[in-house]
């Protein structure tokens, strides 16, 4: 198959459960729908925003089946394939490309402590055996690694990778390899895109192809709007609609850290606020996460409609 | 069923490999017949040693299938049920009961960023839909968050623990669990594990009750020795046997630094000592892991020589 | 005293040393000469470039003296008054006050442990003390703690706090600074600086009021053109300028990381090219840090040759 | 000078303040006379314990003068010489060898990120310019480096180093330096001593030199009574008192987490101790730590009393 390079929004798309946390597909396929409506140019299933960590193999299946057969090729469906190593990720690749999705996203290896060497190897075998092509994602909160820029380059210039989903938050690290591939006469049709949802403006001003905001999620016209803004060249309307959102993205921080974690608010904070707005049934999220309390959703609310969303 | 506390030596066992990565399970055969006659009290099969992080869930199903089956109930099996969070957990840990393990070893999630709370919560359930009893995996190298003697203690009285495989390299803390769990009249049945195989003696005159040593997978009798002679009081012939595995550990640090992670390094050593020592077929390791070279493999031998096992 | 807020380009001066490794005063004010006549807008010394972490109380004293009086007050001149907790910092601020300082810059505690709590205490005690403005100074590089918003946002409220010198590269933990000095009614006069000298014209687009470049020290005339160009919205230029300075940025990796650490690459590569350029009469680097070798120093003569510097 | 090896109880000495903040001399005189008394093997004035991080040089050089001058030569007095860089710890190892200690103690490069060759560079640089013996502090919880135990023996057996002090909890490799230097044919009086104070009996049980306990303030009698069991062989009895000092140990952790960091609940809870049992004047900590409590103060108390020390 022949990719088109991806640019524009690529929210992470959330995973609705039930109350008995089984995936929710309708819900899931209304949030698809609120999304596409909103103007996003593609969609990442199974990311962390979606909870991929928390999904039995099962579960993750159902995602990209519901979201591929719905979308039906109107754009582009990214699919994570997050496990440990090779062997692992590789069964997921072959389930969720085998599922439809039009390209797979791999994180460098976890659990196991690596290398360099290793992350290279990595992606290198993952990449022979997956049907679609394959977008590194660089989270070194979540594995505990930051993806090598050198590494990278390698790897794009040898046709292995198709694209970066960068959720580092290091933006000197992201320009350079946004630079390199740019200037890089053998590297072609490589993607690069960030999932700092804070600093989307800046991202864009410096080349990146696409953004994938986990706030996309919450309030995807806004974030297509920053987007068209952005492209435009109007720079001081961009700041504007992005600091917006940056006043909005306050949300995923609504619960008290005594209870819980840093994930458990955000993704927490992210379904109460698309139940509030009628997009998802029940914003229950998967165990072991701790639910908001009835005040930390009512600050959920107050954001929303500060934000001008409720 | 009734779960005796686990005492002794409990080695993780290696996972050996075919030339082309799928599980040997003749040399998996040989090697548990091989710790068994060196008087192992217990297996841990699908620990961190085994390439849990590696293994696909057929090849893990595999391995226990094999092991139970050959050990036919003549001594305890544990199994690793290693995944990031609660739901994926639970469908390992439903598998490796079905297939026969007498408990299951599990981490704190992992990729998903968490809280004691979290933790808490996640043992919780493991436990409550848990066939067998379930022993808490700390392994802040691999999981990045240390389990905290607190929450260790409470989820022990409660009974939803049956006991800790400590990896973390900390003594104090390990011990803090040890004695409270000693003293705590509401805990009974609770086993304190240590898997710092450098300060087996150590770990025992605090009152540990067993250990579970990688470099076990090497040099079975010596662990076995080393526990009797800690549990005879012989401590001054226990260290000199501790220090003799210690000059053997450094076996896992042949690999060049410049060329590959410390895990292939060390799972590597394990392997080509069992293949120079006859125990297994092949010394490959999984993916994406780098081979020792035949340079580094020399000096495993080396080390065999030194410590009197080839 | 009264304080206008800073702006512009304000960068960390390096400290030229003799061979035997005293502060080379000719050198160092030929290098503020260099620095005032590319147009900077400040002076900060005894930052980390500067080598304070390196320059006993004697050196740091007649550093401060030597530039205050060279400058005569043409333009502000900050100095670092680094330190582990708030009894040793004072001694600092009252020397570097009174050798002349416009105002000092301070990290949070280091080698103890700290919390927020300790932090605001810290610059609070600080504040109260310091006869010229406290700017902070977050470098969790080599603090270990990143400043938390809040804080700063709360210290900055009250008239703790002169400013912020922002060496984390998180650009969007900086921006909820910067949006929310701006647009918060109680804070006046707060200057928010980053020094992150790869994304200066990011930083300007989202507010920041300058930059802190270590790289000024190679090349003042172009930090100080790109500072223009982002205050004149000429963001397509400002890119290519950046992008000009992140290529010469290179030369801070020379430095053999099988050798010596980064910080003796950096170091290294600016007393380098500032030697190179007949700025200082000799490279050197104070102890234990590792010298450049040949090679690599022939290294940064390239890197300066591509960027037109020589 | 010759040095004798250390060994035994040495500890790391409070300096206690008067309610504004200085040193005062008397309650640190009486808390001399107390360890003393207690039948301590030397005193380590000016670590971690001491709050040497806090005090100013001023501060640093009564502590040593009071102390050696009172001390008399009767034991060892080590002091720290506790800064960033070899600059400008040379400056104290002056100040501290000229105030009469018999032996300084010096950490790795902080602050500054630092690579092995520098450390060696570093003690070599050090022990070249001192006129006592250098001791290696290992505390990576404050430097936030590892010792690697290959470069302190390299400098065990070249002589620059007189001994370790391990305050970095990890066991294991403790256990290497510790067996290193005793099978080492070119090392010679090199003291290996930990820092740990809740596994002393484990560590002298694997040959340590002796301890260096921070708790050994509130204890002597305790950790000399331990010391001694340890050396006869009293192996079961040692670890009774060794369990002892851990439930008294305690006392470091009754600050509120949501109110000060772990420091300021050890040093807190250590001069309450000190204030309690009547050895000091005022429990007061240097700034910006947060003082204890009424209610944390009567918690110290409880584990007093608990311990037989009230």
């Known amino acids: 198959m022949t990719f088109t390079p991806l640019t524009g929004v690529i929210p992470p798309v959330c995973t ?31 990311g962390s925003t979606s909870e991929a960590a928390y999904l039995t193999d099962g579960q993750r299946r159902s995602v990209v089946e519901a979201v591929t057969k719905h979308v039906g090729g109107q754009l582009p469906v990214l699919a994570g394939a997050i496990d440990m190593t090779t062997p692992r990720v590789l069964d997921h690749v072959a389930s969720v490309s085998a599922a439809g999705a039009d390209a797979v996203v791999v994180t460098a290896p976890f659990y196991a402590r690596t290398h360099p060497a290793e992350i290279a190897g990595h992606y290198r075998a993952v ?10 994602y660089d989270i ?37 390899v946004v ?50 803004l952005c492209r435009a060249g109007e720079w001081k309307e961009a700041r504007a609609e992005q600091e917006r959102l940056c006043a909005l ?25 698309l ?7 029940c914003p229950v999220t998967a165990r072991p996460q701790v639910p908001l309390s009835p005040d930390e959703v009512a600050r959920v609310r107050t954001y929303l409609v500060a934000a001008g969303l409720l």
């Open 16 to 46: 609705p459960l039930t109350p008995d946390r089984e995936v929710d597909v309708p819900s899931l396929l209304r949030l698809v729908g609120h999304l596409v409506s909103g103007g996003v140019h593609g969609l990442f299933v199974l």
């Open 127 to 136: 990449a022979a055996a997956s049907p679609v092509p394959v977008i590194a």
């Open 140 to 176: 070194p909160v979540a594995v505990h690694t930051k993806l090598p820029p050198d590494v990278l380059l390698e790897l794009a210039a040898d046709g292995v990778l198709a694209g970066l989903k960068d959720s580092s938050g290091d933006l000197a690290a992201f320009r350079e």
């Open 179 to 228: 630079t390199a591939v740019r200037d890089h006469e053998d590297v072609t049709g490589f993607s690069v895109l960030t999932g700092s949802e804070l600093i989307v403006d800046a991202a864009l001003a410096i080349s990146a192809d696409g953004t994938v905001p986990g706030l996309g999620n919450v309030d995807p016209h806004g974030y297509v709007r920053l987007d068209g």
């Open 249 to 273: 993205f306050g949300l995923v921080s609504v619960g008290d850290p005594a209870r819980m974690g840093p994930g458990s608010s955000a993704i927490g904070g992210f379904k109460a606020a």
């Open 275 to 281: 139940h509030l707005r009628g997009v998802i049934d």
